[in-house]
RNA sequence: GGCCCGUUCGUCUAGGGGUUAGGACGCAUCCCUUUCACGGAUGAAACACGGGUUCGAUUCCCGUACGGGCUACCA
C-alpha cells in the first residue's frame, strides 16, 4: 500500500530563518499539496548552546506571513506531536541504546583535550583524513578499547560520556536521491558521528532519523548541505531495521551569492542590498556588539505572492515558458524531478520584477491602501485622502510602481509643494515658457472650466495655439514648476489631484524662482 | 588536503544524438508619449575545455578545469 505523503520542514531556532530556508519550506509545501500529503514543522532544537530567543516565533511568524502552513506543527500539534526536539528528549535515549546492545554504537569517554591531541597527531603523521573512525577508535577511550567493567564503573560513576555510532570499515553506502539520482559512498570515508552528546541531547544525526521515522515522513527535502551526511543517515535506518520506510531523499541545490561566491550570506545580501530574512529582525553585530536592525522582504515591500513565486523558480521550471504562478498553479505544476542539480545565483532584480507584477494585478481600492498607510506612517498628510482621491492616485501611479511605497514615495509632489527644482529647470527655461505660464495664470484665475485633466489639458493647448509655441517645447519646463521634478505620470492628472488653489501657487513659485535665480 | 555534488546567454532556465539552441530578468535601439514608466518591436548575448562513442555530439561516456557543499559532543 501506497504510504500517505508526509514531509517535514526542520528548521533550527538558531536566528532568523534563511530566505534560503522559505524556499526549502516551500518546496515540502508544495510537495506535499501536491501530493495530497501532509507538510509538517519540527523544530530542531538539539543544541541548547544555539537556542536564540524568539527565533522559532520568527520562522512560524514567517512562514505564516507567505502561506506556507503546516498541517503539523509544535503551535498547532498532531498524531506525532511534540513537534520539538528539546520536548522529545527522552524518546532518542532508547535508540542509541539499542544500537549499543546489537555492537552497532559504542560509548565513548573522549575529552575534548584528548580529541583534539588525536587529530593534531594523525595531521602529522599525513594522514589523509583525520577523524574517528575504524582505525583511530581502537586507540581512543571507549568502550570497545576499555574492559567491560571500568566502562561500567565510569557510566555508574556520572562520568560524561557520548554514544558513537560504529561505521562499517569497508562497505558501499549508496542511496537515490529523487534530484541527483544515485549517491555512492564508501564507509572508509565515514567517521563515528557522536548520536548522543553528553549533555544527554541526541545530534541532529540521531534525531533526525528517529523523528522522521516516528513522525512516518516519506521524503526528506532539504539543502544539498547535507547530502555529505545522508549516507550516515541511510546507515542508520539500516542499523536500526527501518530501511523498508527509510524516506526517499531529494536534496535541493544551493542558493548562492550573486557573485558565485559561497552559499548566499547575510554580508553579501547586504552587499548587494538586499534582505535575506522575510521578516525584520534584530540581533547584535558579531564585531560592534550592537543591537542591528534587519529589515526584510515584508518591510521592504515585497508581496508575499510575489515572493514565492520568485522562490519557486529559483531551482525549479514547469518546463513551459510559464513564469507567473499563483500557490495553486505551483502546487499544480511542482513536481520534485524538475528541480535542478546546480546551485543557483540569486538575482533580485527579477525579484523585483515578480513584485511589480503582482502589485500590478492589484485592485485600485487595495492599491489605495498602501498609499493611505505610508501617507499615515510617513506624517506627509495630517488627514487621510478621500478614498475617491487616494483610487484615483492609485490608478495614475500604478504603472510605474514596483513596491508599495512607491504609490507615495514617487509622487510626493501630489502632497507637497516642491520646494526645489530639478536643476534641469534652468536649461528648459526659455522666454515661451515664461510666456505660457503667466497667461496660464492669468487664465486659471478667470477661468470656470470643470476641474478635470480634460479640461486643464484644453485649457492649456488654447494657451499656447493661442501664443503660437508648440506645447512640447514647454512642456517639460511645467511640469518641473508643477512637480519640482523632470520624471512622472500624465501631468494633467496631476494638476488635476493637487487642484486648482495649489497649482496656482506653484506656478506662481515658479515663476518667482526663475526671477530670482537668474537676475 | 580528503569526500560528495555540480557546469546551456551576465542571471534564472527550456531543450536534447541532426534545432536558425527557445523563453524570462537585466541591457541596448526603435515605436507609442508632454517626460518617465507601462506596452509593443528589434538586437547583442550561452551549450567550460580535451578526449572518446557515433555517419553526426551541446545532448551519451571518460578525463581536465572551474565552481559549490561537507569535513564539530552545530544544525
Redesign the pocket.
Known sequence: MEREVRVRF???P?GALHIGGVRTALYNYLFAKKTNGKFIIRI????Q??YVEGAEEYIMKSLEWLGITPDESPLIGGDCKPYR?SERKPMYKQYAMQLIEEGKAYY?????EE?DAM?QRLEKAKV?????NAVTRTQMKNSLTLPADEVKARLESGE???IRIKIPKKEEIRLN?L????????SS???D??L????G?????L??VVDDYLMKITHVIR?????????LHVLLYQYLGWENVMPRFA?L??L???D????LSKRKAKEYGFPVFPLEWKEIDENSKEEIWLPGYKEQGYLPEALLNFLA?????????Q?IFGIDEMIENFSLE??????????I??A??FN??YL?TKSNAELAQYLQAGLKENNVLSAPLTSEKAEKIAELMK???TFPQDFWKEALYLFQTPTEYNEALQQKWTPEVAQVLQEYLKELQNTTIDWN?EEI?HLLHQITDQLQIK??KV??A??IVITG?????????IQEIIGKEELLQRIKNGLAQFHTTTA
Open positions: 526542520a528548521p533550527s538558531t530542531e532544537d538539539t543544541d548552546t544555539r526536539q565513548a569517554f573522549d575529552t575534548a580529541l587529530r589523509k583524513n583525520p577523524s574517528y560524561p560520556y557520548v536521491d534530484i541527483r539520482g544515485w549517491v555512492m559512498v564508501h570515508t565515514l567517521d558521528k557522536v548522543m552528546k553528553s549533555d541531547m541526541p545530534t541532529y544525526h534525531a533526525n539543502g544539498e548541505e547535507w547530502l555529505p551526511s545522508a549516507p536534496h541545490p544551493l548562492l551569492n550573486p558565485g561566491k559561497g552559499k523558480l529559483l531551482g525549479w521550471s514547469p518546463g513551459t515558458n513564469e524538475r528541480i535542478n542539480k546546480a546551485g543557483v545565483k540569486f538575482d532584480d527579477k523585483k520584477w511589480q507584477q500590478r504603472e510605474r510602481a485633466a489639458k506645447i512640447g512642456m517639460a511645467i511640469r521634478v523632470t520624471a512622472g505620470p500624465d501631468l494633467m492628472m
